[in-house]
């Protein structure tokens, strides 16, 4: 925030400012209370955050309230140090976002004040992301942006999806949570048409809409959102599957299996487990497939015939392998 429009604030009404940026919505009695003043004084505080070029909307009701609206300019943000450089942490490491990112963390840098700069310019120079073998789709932060709100507000909301098959329809969605992964934003929420939940890619979203309908959350299929979207993407039926039965009960297939797998893992009665893999990908099926099956413990297998030939075709090879492996050091 520029040190002008802090001087012109006296403390209280950083306060209120602060506090309106935290929640949606308060009735004035809760800002009262915090604040320890007046309903006389809160609305002149009101009336000053406005003359400030701060949208400050009083909300109907009973005991009536304030809430913090968007305009159509970019008003000073206030945050805290662990705001500020939580901010810039995800900035250096946002994903798809590109250039727009940069300039943000750049705009930041500027403003905060000196005691925060040696904190911020270790976090701009020492972090980072490690790059998806898949660059990161470009996605619109205005988009990105509307939806995120609409999550936080709860609000139902309208867009256009493109499928992976390219065809375009309608979809109408209670918003809950956005998730990166494997280079990709997701949009997790209740499809109210289908009565389900689902997933869609933040880059096939175009003309996103919140309704003035509000939702009470339902309870995610897994407490944690990133769990529930690769829940879903183990449940969906995509373009090649195969199911691998393991002589390892799903707990040590588990504890020896590193790293996310595309698919589920079902415990079976005699201590076995059963993995299926599903993807679009034959190359992303194949690979993972293969890592299952290099754990070296007795296996069936049913795949379909483009995955049962590749993966021939890779045992053929090894068959063939003679020599010494060279030594290779590094760390992890």
Not at 158 to 178: Q, S, T
Request: with cysteine.
């Amino acid at each position: 925030m520029s040190g002008s429009v802090r001087g012109e604030m006296p403390q209280r009404l950083l306060r209120l400012l602060s506090l309106l940026q935290l929640r949606r919505e308060w009735s004035g009695a809760e800002l009262t209370e915090r604040l320890g003043v007046s309903a006389r004084t809160l609305r002149r505080d009101v009336e000053r955050l406005r003359a400030l070029d701060y949208r400050v909307e009083g909300t109907p009701g009973v005991a009536g309230g304030y809430r913090l609206a968007s305009g159509r300019d970019l008003p000073p943000l206030l945050l805290d140090d662990e705001e500020a450089v939580a901010t810039a942490l995800g900035l250096v490491t946002a994903t798809g976002v590109g250039d727009s990112a940069l300039r943000a963390l750049a705009k930041l840098e500027r403003v905060l004040p000196a005691r925060l700069r040696p904190r911020l310019a270790a976090v701009r120079d020492t972090a980072s992301a490690v790059p998806h073998v898949v660059a990161p789709s470009r996605v619109d932060p205005a988009v990105l942006g509307l939806l995120a709100s609409s999550c936080r507000d709860r609000v139902v909301t309208d867009f256009d999806y493109r499928d992976r098959a390219g065809n375009v329809r309608g979809r109408r969605v209670e918003p809950h949570h956005l998730v990166a992964h494997g280079g990709y934003w997701y949009l997790l929420a209740h499809d109210t048409d289908r009565d389900d939940w689902r997933t869609f890619r933040v880059d096939r979203v175009s003309g996103p809409r919140a309704t003035h309908r509000r939702f009470t959350p339902r309870r995610l299929p897994e407490p944690d959102p990133a769990v529930s979207l690769t829940r879903l993407f183990a449940d969906g039926v995509y373009e090649h599957t195969v199911r691998v039965t393991v002589e390892l009960s799903a707990e040590a297939f588990r504890a020896r299996f590193h790293g996310p797998l595309p698919g589920r893992i079902e415990p079976l009665d005699d201590g076995g487990c059963r993995i299926r893999i599903s993807a679009d990908s034959l190359d992303l099926v194949c690979q993972y497939t293969a890592a299952v099956l290099s754990l070296g413990v007795p296996f069936t297998l049913e795949a379909p015939p483009e995955v049962a030939e590749r993966l021939r075709g890779v045992g053929s090879g090894l068959a063939e392998v003679r020599g010494h492996v060279a030594d290779g050091r590094g760390g992890r």
